[in-house]
């Protein structure tokens, strides 16, 4: 199959991705390369996924410079869980245009097992999707990376830089340690500020006041201060109010005098 890409970036910068293979590592979308590098640096895992699945393979890729427009790629792998295999050759053009560049991609495949059971159009349309990832990945690549351009800038400065910057910590640091802390505007024990009659310094009653406020309760209040919150004691139920008690008083009191005045009653009329 044969697929274009315009990306806007010129040929020349593509030519020296292209010209590092482990700059090409990073190009190849979904790559996951192997610890060992005996295979190269183009080697690992790669997870493709074709319709509705996705097959891992794991094997390696050369990449061959035919001419300086004229890239070749030939690769194979075999499944991580399985027995079949692929083997694709890919030749890519470079064609400058104006403000970039045209990559002009063509592939042949030959693939066993879960690949060669996919739909013609289904494995197209992935492989396109990849091609154009792996266009985009190239871009990026030829831009440069920023972080790694300043640390080249850094180093090319030369070794007065950090040592610079180590003597002045060092001198802050010192000057930090031997400043002198001047003394808090409330502490009421400030030389010459309160005098007693034996010349020692004495707060005044007010300043030792103010200063247990501010800090707050003593220890001994603290520790014989009931506890507060969920561990408050629950308080006893209230004794019978006045109230209560005047309201059976006044009952009572009228049930005597009326007693009292029957039984003085009585008496008369037996007199």
Do not use: N
């Not at 030829?142 to 910057?165: I, Q, R």
């Amino acid at each position: 199959m044969e697929h274009q890409v315009f990306v806007p970036v010129p040929a020349d910068h593509l030519r020296a991705v292209l010209r590092d293979p482990a700059r090409v590592a990073r190009c190849v979308p979904g790559l996951q390369q192997d610890a060992d590098t005996d295979s190269g640096p183009v080697s690992g895992r790669l997870k493709v996924r074709v319709g509705g699945s996705t097959v891992t393979y794991r094997g390696a890729l050369t990449v061959t410079e035919r001419d300086p427009g004229h890239f070749a790629f030939v690769g194979e792998g075999a499944e991580a869980r399985g027995s079949g295999t692929v083997k694709f050759a890919l030749d890519l053009r470079l064609t400058p245009v104006p403000d970039g560049t045209r990559l002009d991609f063509t592939t042949e495949t030959t693939a066993d097992g879960r690949a060669a059971a996919f739909p013609p159009e289904a494995t197209a349309t992935a492989v396109r999707r990849l091609l154009d990832r792996a266009a985009g990945l190239l871009t990026l690549g030829s831009v440069g990376d920023p972080v790694a351009e300043a640390e080249e800038a850094e180093e090319a400065e030369g070794g007065a830089g950090p040592g610079f910057v180590e003597d002045d910590s060092t001198e802050v640091t010192a000057s930090l340690f031997e400043t002198d802390v001047p003394p808090s505007s409330l502490d009421p024990f400030l030389a010459g500020r309160f005098e007693g009659s034996d010349g020692a310094p004495r707060p005044p009653a007010e300043a030792a006041h103010a200063r247990r406020t501010m800090i707050g309760r003593s220890a001994e209040e603290v520790d014989h201060a009931p506890p507060r919150g969920r561990y408050a004691p629950v308080p006893a139920p209230a004794s019978a109010s006045a109230g209560d008690s005047l309201r059976w008083i006044a009952p009572a009191a009228a049930f005597a005098l009326a007693s009292a005045v029957v039984i003085g009653r009585a008496l008369r009329r037996r007199r």
